[in-house]
Each structure stands twice: as structure tokens, then as C-alpha cells.
């Protein structure tokens, strides 16, 4: 033990801060313990997938031009959609982020004068201009798409009578976020989001259902498509990418609705048949095969950050004993001077960059002052340790990811020692 805690202070971090860490995870045995069965089973289902589709070393060959008769690229993605019970995938580098899966899943399967519904609340702070919300260039609304919403109510749930009121003969796509985003509403569990889908179909069966699925994969069980989603869809530099995914971006469903996306992605006609790999399809797989056990790193982040800065009186989204739907930690410091620090400590127990300072700036596509931390081997990618605030009220910070639990409760523990360090908070 003393040559641990030796190695913590070659780090930075001081044995009060140390030791408060020790006792809080000696706390969490049970908890962890659930995380590693989730990620147990879900290491055995994509085994499974991968097995089935015979995945060979042919599959990891580069392809180039128009990617015509790319087996490699074709078998992944019967791969993804045997993991998430779907009748076809696309799993594409060309999918350069989350926003822009989930920009072709929409613009793919919505048309002038169709509506897009949102019942559980605003969507998360880029798709803001993807849907017109705030006018941007090419908008859905520039399109002639409509768009309505309804807020969850004041604890949290569903508005189901006011989203029957909201369905209309316009209504095509209903959107719903599994995860919280930059908000501190809870996240929804694939349950849940299960009943709201029942719900809207109940009134409408003919709607789409689509779930940004971002930092929910492997968290739990089973997946939205699993519960009806006719597309889920998310970012291969989050969860299913496993931290080795240096691009990328999926979408999962039924078949109609994903031919229409590889239609909007290349072009009419063309669809799934072109996209060259370029040699990414090791990572890809290999990715996706760590994707449960680097989500399972992430999420015990996540319930140590959250059991940390709740003893110290902090609120945090989710608390230290709800159960988990996503990767992320909100953490209401309630101050700007203390989001910086939390993030400088993030920074600091990075692999890259540990030597630079951040600063909150205007990032694009976000309508306040952001500052993030990530020290990532691959640029932005948050299944690796990050943290990002927004400096506005409540002055939460969001805490994800971790390719490792050690690394994750490192950056936890540096966040706190910040604080401590710059007389933000008492131990
Ligand atoms: C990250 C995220 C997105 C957008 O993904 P980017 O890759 O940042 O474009 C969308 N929705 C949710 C819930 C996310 O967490």
C-alpha cells in the first residue's frame, strides 16, 4: 500500500486527497461489481457477433477509391447490427461525428413538410442549428421541416399527456436523448425510453423512432433498438469505438430507414456500396470487441467521481447510488473558479498533454463559454478521460470516460486536489 500511495505522490497528489479516494472506493464493492457483470454480458454478445460473421483477417484489409466490394467494412457492420438486434447498420469514417450521425439519420428520413417531435425535453446543444432551433444554414427548418417539443415534467418524467396532444398528422420522427448532455436532468434507461416509444406509437404507429444513443452503448444490457428504436445512433469516438476508433460514427435500425441514410450520406444510388475504409477497419473492430470492458472503466469513473464530490457536499447527476444509463457525471460546482480547476485536474492526469492549462473559449456549436479537458490520444474523443463546463449556471462540470478505471480515478483525484490546492473546497 505505502509504495501505491508513493506513486500518487510522485503524481501530485497528496496523501489527504489519497486516502479520502481509498475509503470512498472501499465503499463501492457492490457497485463495481454490478458494472463488471453489464460489461461481462456485453463482452459475450459481441464476441457472439463476431463470431457469427466469421470475422477474419481479410476483413482488416485497407480499401481505397470508391471502396466498391469492401467485405471488410460490409461484415462490420452485420457485426453492429447482431449486437444491437437490428435488421442493417452503417458504420461509416465517414461519419466524421455524433452531430453528423445523427444530422444524416434525420435529414435522411425527414422531408418538406414533415415534423420532428421531441418529448422528452431539448435535444442536445449541437443539433440546436442541425434542427433550426437556432437558425443555421441548411437547418431542418430551412428545409421546410417543422420541429415541436415538449419539456419533461418538474420531476423529471414524461409528459405523455402533452406529448399525444403534440402528435399531429405532420409528425414523422420523434428524437429522444438517452443521455443528459450538457443539462442535469437524469438520463433515461433503456426502459424508459422503451415506454415513451410504445407511447408514441400507441398514438401514431407509423412514426420513427430515433435515440441519440451517444454514451449509453454497453452501459446497460440491452440497447434502444431493442426496445423499438428504428434508429439508434452514435459516435464511434464515444463508447463503441473502445478508445480506438479515431473517427467514426454508426447507425443502427431497420432497413428502410438505414438504406435512406447511406443514401443521404454518399449519394442516391450509391448508398452502402461506396465508402472506402483507408485502413481503419482494425481499429474498428478491434474497438468495438473492448468497447464493453473501456465503457465498464468509464463507468466506474463516473459512480467513484459521483461518490467523491457528494461526500463533500457538491450535487451530482447522478448520485452516489443511482443506477447508471450513461458514461457521464455532472457535478454542480457553482462556481467558474471551480470548474476551472476541476478541468486544469483532468488535464493535468492525462497520458497526453498533462503539461497544458485550459481555458474557457467560444467553442462552435455551443452558446456559452465552454472549457474542456482532454489529454486523448485521439483529438476530442471522450470515451477517453475528459471533462467539459459550460460557464453559465449552474456551473455543472461533465465529467466522462477513462480507458482505463485507474487512469479515470487518477483524474478524479487530481480534480480534487486541485480544488483543495487553490482553497475551493475543505477535506
Ligand atoms: C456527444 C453527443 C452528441 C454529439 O456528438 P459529437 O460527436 O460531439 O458531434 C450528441 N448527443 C449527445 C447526447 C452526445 O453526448
Known amino acids: 500500500m505505502t509504495d501505491i500511495k508513493q506513486i500518487y505522490e510522485t503524481l501530485g497528489i497528496c496523501p489527504k486527497v489519497y486516502e479520502l479516494g481509498e475509503e470512498i472506493i472501499s465503499s463501492l464493492d457492490s457497485r463495481f461489481g454490478e458494472i463488471d457483470r453489464i460489461s461481462e454480458y456485453n463482452q459475450a454478445k459481441v464476441l457472439h ?131 443528459k448532455g450538457y443539462k442535469t436532468r437524469p438520463t433515461f ?28 452503448e454497453f452501459v446497460e444490457t440491452i440497447e434502444p433498438s431493442d426496445v423499438g428504436a ?60 473492448l468497447a464493453p470492458t473501456v465503457t465498464a472503466g468509464a463507468l466506474k469513473g463516473a459512480v467513484f467521481a459521483a461518490n467523491v464530490y457528494e461526500r463533500l457536499g457538491f450535487r451530482v447527476v447522478p448520485n452516489s447510488t443511482e443506477s447508471r444509463h450513461d458514461i457521464i457525471q455532472a457535478v454542480e460546482l457553482g462556481s467558474a473558479e471551480r470548474i476551472i480547476a476541476f478541468c486544469r485536474g483532468i488535464q493535468a492526469a492525462a497520458p497526453v498533454d498533462s503539461y497544458v492549462t485550459p481555458e474557457p473559449w467560444a467553442m462552435p456549436g455551443y452558446d456559452s463559454e465552454v472549457i474542456m479537458a482532454a489529454g486523448a490520444f485521439v483529438q476530442g474523443s471522450s470515451i477517453e478521460l475528459s471533462a467539459d463546463g459550460p460557464i453559465r449556471e ?23 486536489q486541485k480544488l483543495y490546492e487553490a482553497g475551493l473546497v475543505e477535506l
Open 189 to 216: 434507461s433503456v426502459k424508459q425510453i422503451g415506454e415513451l416509444i410504445a407511447f408514441v406509437k400507441s398514438i401514431k404507429p407509423e412514426l420513427i423512432v430515433m435515440v441519440d444513443n451517444c454514451y449509453g
Open 230 to 289: 428504428d434508429m439508434t445512433v452514435g459516435s464511434l469516438i464515444k463508447n463503441p469505438g473502445g478508445g480506438l476508433a479515431p473517427i467514426g460514427g454508426y447507425i443502427v435500425g431497420t432497413q428502410k430507414c438505414v438504406d435512406r441514410c447511406a443514401y443521404r450520406l454518399s449519394a442516391p444510388g450509391l448508398g452502402q456500396e461506396v465508402g472506402a475504409n483507408l485502413g481503419i477497419m482494425p481499429a474498428f473492430y478491434q474497438g468495438f470487441f
Open 394 to 416: 449552474p456551473y455543472a462540470v461533465y465529467f466522462q470516460g477513462g480507458l482505463t478505471w485507474y487512469h479515470a480515478k487518477l483524474g478524479i483525484l487530481m480534480s480534487l
Open 49 to 179: 457477433a463476431m463470431q457469427k460473421n466469421r470475422v477474419n483477417a481479410t476483413h482488416f484489409a485497407a480499401t481505397t477509391g470508391y471502396g466498391y466490394n469492401d467485405f471488410g467494412r460490409d461484415n462490420l457492420e452485420k457485426v453492429y447490427a447482431d449486437v444491437f438486434h437490428t435488421e442493417a447498420a452503417l458504420v461509416r469514417p465517414q461519419i466524421t461525428c455524433g452531430t453528423h450521425a445523427l444530422t444524416v439519420a434525420l435529414s435522411a428520413n425527414l422531408l418538406p413538410g414533415d415534423e420532428l417531435l421531441s418529448p422528452a425535453g431539448g435535444p442536445y446543444d449541437t443539433l440546436e442549428e442541425v434542427i433550426g432551433i437556432r437558425e443555421s444554414p441548411c437547418s431542418l427548418k430551412e428545409y421546410g421541416v417543422s420541429y415541436r417539443q415538449v419539456d419533461l415534467l418538474e420531476d423529471g418524467t414524461f409528459d405523455y399527456e402533452n406529448i399525444a396532444k403534440a402528435i399531429n398528422e405532420k409528425t414523422k420522427l420523434v428524437t429522444i436523448q438517452r443521455s
